[in-house]
């Protein structure tokens, strides 16, 4: 059975506990132990987390452009998801998990939520920053790109048809990461050390 009907077969069939925010469904699992399937919508397709004695191990995007695994779809996640968590089989999970593992679980902490939006003007020490994604000399609309700094995601936006992406951040040290149409994701250091900060990147 592939990947995609298990989940949907397991949130068919079984009765869901919900909706939990990621910081109940985190405690919730972990107090527990449990072993299961969490299900959530997201844009227009739907993320599944995959839990193996309380831990999130696995993770799955569907919607109508394909499947994300892993990494890929955990990064998609904004915070403000509700979940509803369904029982599995320990031996089941096992084996999906092999084809979707999470590897970089640094930003997955209960506080997610309040991690993910972007950072407020709280000092002289914060500028506004703008990142410009060409292909080439072709601009890049529609991207879904994000800031991070030690592992966090302090904000994200999509780019304009100008390719530009708008953040508010403190000075500092920065992974710049853009996903592009194909779901390639590419990670770009930058530095934001005055107001006004404007870097293109190009990636051809």
Known sequence: MEIN??????????????????GELREFTARGLQNGVAVAPIGKGRIYL??????????????????L??????FLLKGGESFEFHTADPEAIDLYILSCRIFD??????????????????????GAFVIRILRGQVPQAG????????????????????????????????????????R???VFPVKVHTKGSEVTVDIS
């Open 184 to 186: 390639k994701i590419r």
């Open 50 to 67: 995959l839990f193996r004695k309380g831990e999130p191990e696995g993770a799955v995007m569907l919607d109508e452009h394909g499947i």
């Open 105 to 126: 679980k640094s930003h997955m902490t209960h506080n997610i939520s309040r991690a993910l939006p972007t950072i407020e003007r709280k000092n002289e020490g914060t």
């Open 5 to 22: 009907e298990f989940l949907e077969l397991q949130v068919n069939t079984t009765t869901g506990k919900g909706p939990l925010k990621f």
């Open 143 to 182: 991207l879904h790109v994000s800031m991070r700094t030690q592992g966090r995601v302090v904000g994200s936006d999509v780019t304009t048809p100008e390719g530009k992406a708008y953040f508010k951040v403190l000075f500092g040290d920065y992974d710049c990461v853009v996903m592009d149409r194909e």
């Open 69 to 74: 695994v892993g990494d890929k779809a955990v």
